[in-house]
């Protein structure tokens, strides 16, 4: 179990409890998930900001932080001799609890009796995502189970995005790590896709690339020669000469940081002429939002420079028309572009996704837009030095949108839907790199990887 | 998704109504599994007898078999327009449903209504293993949550026993097909294993090939140069030469079928002299157990030989002494083969487990032993012709058992404890394959897969 030093944790604990100022800080690790049996256990992942503030990577532990009483406490149980001799030889958790600067260790029989006891004082919980602990913290505080989302603490969220948001140097070392499994992943397939392959054959290689190199897959690959299926995770499509393979996927370091990059490149060996330009587009609004990558501005403007490339683009080709700047205003250009230029990444992909995008990606004075296309930007606030986010415009034709918006006969002023008829098939085109905001501007993470078109070919070439 | 015939749906439920007779039969399939945010899914695993009855692998159904009122519903709710833009077209759950022969669908949200108007039948519902389904039941049926495995209902749990046991011939095809993919998976570990790689890059080999060839892994790999610890899922070794590499893992069919190889092999390209006797010895059980496969014989009586087998061997070897029926009688070849002969797979790896081991493995009559090494056999009861199993028999040389056992001067009459401490360091060494039971014995399942010292050395040298 790979970790930071002591002080870290030890740092980031007393940073949190100066924020909270009081009360008890409850946190709960994740415990081993049951596939089709108890014990057929997916992979086991902790909870990042388990993680975050502890720092300790296995199941059934717990811990408290009661600022009142400046006590620190993981719960959790040393295997029984009879385990040992299944399992091995593993340190007494006392041991694991010192390496990351926690004196205190109790039985988890001990946790509900603990809470029991402190009734007077606040008790803040982060919202769960997993059943079980939800469960636990139902019957641990008497609050119903349908209850407790809305009664986790909006100070502790807070003061966790607060931390995690900002990553230290240890940090981006790790998160580099990632990027660059992810790197190495992205070059087996886009050396080794071959026409008849089986998209799931490329499951297989980048998969089995992530787990040879230490690490594990940060989120389900998408694999796919239907890009425009933004949620897609079917894997069963052939690889056909002419179209293309959207390939978003990256891997997790052996400490949890991930890295999550995407790339676009040709089944045969070169894109077609109108692959090349719906390609170049989508690179030049990427080129665009890099650019733009600063402190002090707001990520929903770094997306809407990139909307307006794309917008500019679109017009050239004669799919868009008219005034772009009301069409994007409008939100027109959302039926080429129906998500978000990107999301921070950290411990977690969606970095802190669990703790709620108002939190992570907007603030209590600045809300996300309810408008299709901006309601899907997961992060709109201003940039900090220290954040990691993604960068991933794309545009996708979706037959049943299309469809929809022109039988609404939507943003026609802006839109040629008879132009667009012949595009109908094109699939989808999505480029993704991870960026540091530094002082100065921002920092590309991890080791090149072909992006620009000729650059791309010459690998399928190959 | 890749189905069965309506004829097999059907005749498999129409089976289960016979042997139920009365009441209403509440199937609960799968959600989606979180890892570290709600969004970030492990891959979906349908429920087994969820797919056993109704075929239909995708997250968020439930469905009901009242047989009272000759109903069969499946609950659950086709994707939103919204939905169908971000994840492509779907057929509808009714079309789905008439596949497999169930007429009606309802929305999820009838299913609690359905229940609650119908609370003069007895509801049977199967031991839940996902805490969501388990929250789901204790709310639908108003149960506590801590009350709902014990309220699961035994007639329907030997009811579905009964049926998934026998395996038909379509079910063998699929198996074959799992431990084909398995074949291949062990073939790359053999081949590609190299003395300074690490435990983990085998892994990834072996994950990447069930992937590439449409499968997935049926349970967490043990890959392990420690294969002495029997729960092993480290992956962080260097494979050193003079070590053995003990590889227990195996693939899914795309229908989810299960396949289940153990090979141990040298790092070097060949096995030690004592390596070739203790692998011996654990081969020759594997013939013996093998050879005593027939309908009618108890799987108890199975492994009893296969452990009167290593204890000749040992016995040989200097490791054991005395009378051996005694020895094994009393359980002292435990020290070397702690846990079971093998066990019952299907579309589970141990087939069944989430509904219990009493059920399965053993009957009211013939219930499971308590003493150690025999209360880790999963399968007691007499074999029939049409169930399919595992054959892995070991010897393992734990030093804290050892020293446990040695301390309490265990079983001093059939072990010879000097001697045994030239084994200390030595490992573990198992060998495992499956086998269908048939009217005149048994048959091994899948492609020959190399076992034998010679054949397994002539991979390594390659």
Redesign the interface.
């Known amino acids: 179990m790979k970790k930071f030093s002591i002080e870290t944790y030890q740092g980031r604990r007393t940073k949190l409890k100066q924020k909270m100022g009081s009360g008890i800080l409850l946190f709960l690790g ?1 415990e081993e ?11 086991f ?4 900001s388990f993680l975050y503030f502890f720092g300790l990577d296995m199941p059934g532990l717990a811990a408290i932080i009661d600022i009142d009483q400046d006590l620190e406490i993981i719960f959790g149980d040393n295997l029984t ?1 009879e385990e ?6 593993h340190p007494p958790l006392s041991e694991l609890a010192q390496e990351i600067g926690v004196k205190l260790t109790k039985s988890k029989n001990e946790l509900p009796k603990f809470l029991e006891k402190n009734t007077k004082q606040k008790i803040h919980f982060l919202p769960p ?4 602990n939800r ?1 636990k913290l139902a ?1 641990w505080l008497s609050i119903s ?1 349908s209850e407790i989302p809305s009664q986790a603490s909006v100070a502790f969220i807070k003061a966790v995005v607060a931390l995690r948001s900002i990553k230290t140097d240890e940090e981006i070392r790790e998160i580099n790590k990632a990027v660059n499994i992810s790197v190495s992943m992205h070059k087996k397939a886009m050396k080794e896709a071959q026409p008849g392959m ?1 998209e ?2 490329l ?3 980048v ?8 690490g594990h897959l940060s ?2 690959p998408i694999i796919t020669i ?1 890009g425009q ?4 995770h ?1 894997y069963s499509n052939t690889l056909i000469p002419g179209k293309m393979l959207l390939g978003d996927f990256g891997a997790e370091s052996a400490m949890r940081y991930a890295g999550d990059i995407t790339r676009t490149f040709p089944v045969g060996p070169e894109f077609s002429s109108s692959q090349k330009e719906i390609y170049q587009i989508v690179f030049q609004a990427y080129q665009t939002a890099v650019a733009a990558l600063r402190p002090g501005i707001r990520f929903k403007d770094v997306h809407l420079l990139a909307c307006r490339k794309l917008a500019e683009g679109l017009k050239e080709l004669g799919l868009m028309k008219g005034n772009l700047d009301d069409a994007v205003d409008k939100g027109a250009h959302a039926l080429f572009f ?1 998500c978000g230029l990107g999301h921070m990444m950290g ?4 970095d ?3 703790l709620g995008e108002e939190y992570v990606g907007y603030t209590d004075e600045f809300k996300k837009s309810k408008l299709f296309g901006l309601k899907s930007l997961r992060l709109g606030k201003e940039l900090e030095s220290g954040y990691v986010i993604t960068i991933e415009p794309g545009i996708y034709f ?1 037959p ?2 299309i469809d ?1 918006w022109q039988s609404e006969n939507l943003h026609s002023e802006y839109i040629n839907y008879e132009k667009l008829a012949q595009y109908r098939n094109f699939g989808g085109i999505r480029v993704e790199d991870g960026y540091l905001i530094t002082d100065l501007g921002s920092q590309i993470l991890g080791d090149p990887l072909e992006i620009e078109i000729a650059d791309v070919e010459r690998i399928r070439r190959k």
Chains 1, 2 share one sequence.
């Open positions: 994740n998930s049951s596939s089709n049996f108890k014990d057929n256990w997916y992979p992942r902790q909870d990042s001799t040992l001799i299944w399992q091995g030889a995502y997993r059943p079980e469960q019957e189970y089986k799931y054959q499951l297989g290689l998969n089995g690339e992530a787990l040879a190199m230490g989120f389900p239907d299926i933004l949620h897609n079917n129906q411990l977690d992909v969606h802190m996704e669990d979706i049943q949108l929809q």
